[in-house]
């Protein structure tokens, strides 16, 4: 079947540190990955995206590359700041099941000061 | 341009009686995916929806649940009967469809409570 299987919380960084989290999938097709970030009490938003292979997305100082010879989408940050605090969700999307998407369990990051 | 509207914010019902969610999409979207996020764990998928229809509700409850996305109003997604495993936060996500693509919107969610 199609999943996504992210790295385990919560991950506590200081302020500055390099953060990475690591995603991996499995899926019958070509899929599109995603990363969403939810921030306390909110709604999910869509953070980057890759649609092909080696394709890189980034966004706000995040990035993440599309690897299909490991199968893996894994997030990561130079320097992370307080302000990054929130979950981070990973997630697929195939081209042929409609447009739903299927996450990963969510990544809690928490950034001292 | 407002973005996913979802109301309640918060709903609390007893075992039994029903849940009520309503979503609004974003302007000129007519398409709406539903999702549930239960304690410690990611969303899932549980139905999608196109103007008056249901394109795909493989992730739906067999029993208890529907949904609904009429032709004027926002969607709705039902719970009849709630016990007490249906708590958790529902999203809703909307995107544009067709050749504008389906890159989807949330919602900020509902926070269902079954006491």
């Known amino acids: 079947g199609n999943s996504v299987t992210q790295m385990e919380g919560p991950v506590t960084l200081s302020e500055e540190a390099f953060l990475t989290i690591n995603c991996t999938y499995t899926a019958t097709g070509y899929p599109s990955l995603f990363w969403y970030v939810q921030y306390p009490g909110e709604g999910l938003q869509l953070l980057l995206k890759?649609?092909?292979?080696?394709d890189k997305g980034s966004n706000k100082g995040f990035e993440a590359t599309y690897r299909k010879e490991t199968t893996s989408f894994h997030l990561e940050k130079g320097s992370v700041q307080v302000s990054d605090s929130a979950v981070y969700f990973c997630a697929l999307r195939l081209y042929n099941q409609g447009g739903k998407l299927i996450f990963g369990q969510g990544t809690e990051l928490s950034v001292k000061p | 341009n407002a973005g996913v509207m979802q109301n309640p914010r918060h709903l609390v019902r007893r075992r039994g009686q029903e849940a009520r969610l309503r979503c609004s999409p974003m302007?000129?979207?007519?398409?709406v995916y539903w999702y549930r996020q239960l304690p410690e764990e990611g969303l899932k998928f549980m139905v999608y929806l196109q103007k008056e229809n249901i394109i795909d509700e493989s992730g739906m409850p067999k029993e208890r649940f529907s949904a609904e996305f009429p032709k004027e109003g926002p969607s709705i997604l039902r719970i009849q009967q709630v016990v007490r495993g249906d708590s958790a936060a529902y999203f809703c996500a909307s995107s544009p469809g067709g050749s504008l693509g389906n890159e989807q919107f949330f919602g900020p969610g509902t926070r269902l409570t079954v006491l």
């Open positions: 302007k000129g979207h007519s398409h």
């Open positions: 890759a649609t092909k292979a080696d």
